[in-house]
């Protein structure tokens, strides 16, 4: 079942991470001059839309918003080109079923990745996504596997206090992120002398395995290539002023972060959730932890996942500790729980219990950690089979607190975020999963708003499932809004809501969403705008409707493609209605790369390049000569591969 079954692939390293970080503010802060509205798609300025004659007024107060804001926000990369990159990263061992192996040959192979990191809702932490082409372990010539792109990366089970020595923006938090590659969808492998790829094309054969399906965590964000930065310290303000003076100085200034990466490659099985882990889930009960200090400052164990393999001798468990357990320091030594105690109980009404695995620290700790990605194996008494129905948890030593508590149930879905067009009928598909298996007809499914703080509102809807253990969600695409929908399976649900802060204490008062806790699903619903495809195609009617915006929020575009500069637009129009045709959503080049784009703006920029086409053929300005003599593939790849620096990983909220 998934990366929790042998073979699999181990890999470590870094990701530096490239996000503009402008559009991380509301228009609606009265204090953040350069912000953005998500429900119109405008970058604003004091709360306005920006006009043609406000960008540069737009990007100065952007840089100036770089120091660290109220609430732990900071505009920290006006400059940024989106992109997120792997660098110093490689296999580190493989798995055959008989523990790790640092000898095959594509250990220490390269692990190659570049996406391009975009919110669906780009005011909070929990929709970010990895746009991307494709994913490589190995070398051409060599043992490789090459992965194109099926779906994009989406970020989950997001642990807040994952390192809490760490804080600095996000950088006290570690993300989950996964996908698969199919192997009827370009999959390929060349295994040459490599056991573990052999294996892999093997397991593929069988028809139960789609293909392959990769999982990591992204954890230590260290921003402005410092890691003595503290919110609000002298380290981050300097900083913060340095950067500052750079970008006033003009020119191209991106400032990457960087997160550590540990991850695993392994099978995708039939009735595996593609987009999220869905084994059986161990959920974090948010425990404070013996000796961590107060509940703010202190670390949290994060939400598990587990595989029994009941046909090995011994029984084996294993667990996917990525995003699990906290680190101590900013050296990401693993805070030191004593001796874990797997616990398996009779489901209610029965209360017989018993310890069934003990986790020493040596198998979770940091040099376990980063040897298997996390993964943990442990072995399960000779007389332990049949656990498949029970109840696990996984508790501290000597009666300790109990950090991991088995959910049953789980609502999943293939699309954690949603894209869809004001008034285009659309629903998405929620799998319950049983135990980590689709489950079956009669389940309730309860799905409900994602609350601000201080609501009473209990609005939701429900849904039985059917014989595959799915229900369809119907979406309301009425307005241009961003919609949160939590889900629940069960009668009796509770209605969470959006805290102004991450809450993390299970005794406060209220129900506070938890990304550890709660399943859920964002839907970008993107105004029609059909008054803007109205307009009469002009240069002005364009610049100021469509590509205004974009430029003011942007700035790394200058590089590339000059959006105020009608010449240049037009010489490129083939390339940029290939770059922001719908078909390309997916991809790495789509333009823009924040995908708000609406179909009412698309529509005025085509007919104004089409009136451009349709006349004579302007002549191309002498700069860009050069650059259009090259193909077409460079020309793409100049104008819509941002480019960015390799040093640097986290992420922007």
Not at 201 to 206: D, E, H, K, P, T
Not at 404 to 409: A, T
Not at 480 to 507: A, C, E, R, W
């Amino acid at each position: 079942m998934s990366i929790l079954e042998t073979p699999r692939l181990y890999f470590r390293g870094n990701i530096g991470w490239d996000p503009v970080t402008t559009n991380n503010f509301p228009a609606s802060l009265s204090d953040q001059p350069a912000a953005y509205d998500e429900n119109t798609l405008d970058s604003t300025l004091h709360g306005q839309p920006v006009t043609p004659s406000q960008v540069g007024d737009y990007r100065q107060a952007a840089i100036d918003e770089v120091p660290l804001q109220k609430d732990g926000l900071s505009s920290w990369n006006p400059d940024g080109t989106y992109r997120s990159t792997f660098f110093q990263t490689q296999v580190n061992g493989v798995d055959l079923g008989n523990g790790l192996d640092i000898h095959d040959p594509i250990v220490t192979a390269p692990v190659n990745f570049q996406g391009m990191l975009i919110d669906v809702e780009p005011y909070g932490p929990y929709t970010s996504q990895l746009f991307f082409d494709e994913m490589s372990f190995g070398i051409p010539g060599g043992c490789r596997i090459v992965g194109p792109r099926w779906r994009r990366f989406d970020d989950r089970n997001i642990n807040f206090n994952a390192n809490p020595s760490n804080s600095i923006i996000a950088g006290t938090a570690s993300v989950t992120w996964q996908t698969v590659f199919p192997k009827r969808h370009g999959l390929a492998i060349e295994e040459h002398d490599s056991p573990l790829l052999q294996a892999f094309r093997a397991a593929l054969s069988s028809e139960d395995v789609l293909g392959l399906m990769v999982r990591w965590n992204s954890y230590r964000t260290i921003y402005f290539n410092n890691p003595a930065q503290r919110n609000g310290n002298a380290a981050q303000q300097h900083d913060s002023e340095n950067l500052i003076a750079k970008l006033n100085q003009g020119g191209f200034q991106p400032n990457p972060a960087r997160s550590l990466v540990v991850g695993c490659l392994g099978l995708w099985r039939r009735g595996d959730c593609p987009s999220e882990p869905g084994e059986r889930t161990l959920v974090s009960t948010l425990a404070p932890i013996p000796d961590q200090g107060t509940p703010a400052s202190a670390g949290r164990v994060g939400t598990a996942f587990m595989h029994i393999d009941s046909a090995s001798s011994p029984p084996k468990l294993t667990l996917d500790f990525q995003n699990t357990i906290p680190c101590a320091d900013q050296a990401t030594d693993k805070v030191d729980l004593g001796t874990l105690s797997v616990i398996a109980a009779d489901p209610p009404p029965a209360v017989a219990m018993g310890v069934v695995a003990e986790i020493p620290l040596g198998r979770y700790d940091r040099r376990a950690y980063e040897a298997t990605g996390g993964i943990v194996t442990v072995d399960l008494p000779d007389g332990s089979r049949g656990l498949e129905d029970y109840v696990f948890s996984i508790s501290g030593p000597d009666g300790g607190p109990t950090y991991l508590q088995e959910v049953r149930y789980r609502a999943l879905t293939d699309e954690p975020n949603v894209y869809v067009t004001q008034g285009d009928l659309r629903d998405v598909t929620i799998q319950v999963y049983d135990r980590g298996r689709p489950a079956g007809a009669g389940l309730n499914v309860v799905w409900s708003p994602l609350q601000g703080t201080g609501s009473t509102d209990t609005t939701h809807w429900s849904a039985t499932t059917d014989a595959n253990g799915r229900v369809k969600v119907p979406l309301d695409t009425s307005q241009g809004l961003v919609y949160p929908y939590i889900f629940q399976v069960g009668d009796d649900p509770v209605l969470p809501v959006v805290s102004g802060k991450p809450q993390h204490d299970p005794h406060a008062p209220g129900v506070v969403f938890n990304p550890l806790v709660f399943t859920y699903v964002y839907v970008r619903v993107l105004p029609r705008d059909d008054e803007i495809a109205a307009l009469e195609p002009t240069w002005d009617n364009v610049y100021a409707h469509v590509l205004a915006n974009f430029k003011a929020i942007a700035p790394c575009m200058d590089n590339w493609l000059r959006l105020d500069d009608e010449q240049q637009v037009r010489a490129y129009g083939p390339l940029v209605k290939r770059l922001t045709d719908p078909d390309a959503f997916e991809s790495f080049r789509y333009m823009p790369a924040t995908r708000d784009l609406s179909p009412g703006q698309r529509t005025l920029l085509y007919n104004w390049l089409d009136r451009q086409a349709a006349h004579e053929k302007p002549e191309r300005p002498v700069e860009l000569e050069a650059l259009m003599m090259a193909s077409e593939e460079s020309a793409v790849l100049e104008i819509a591969t941002i480019a960015g620096s390799h040093r640097g990983g986290g992420k922007p909220e």
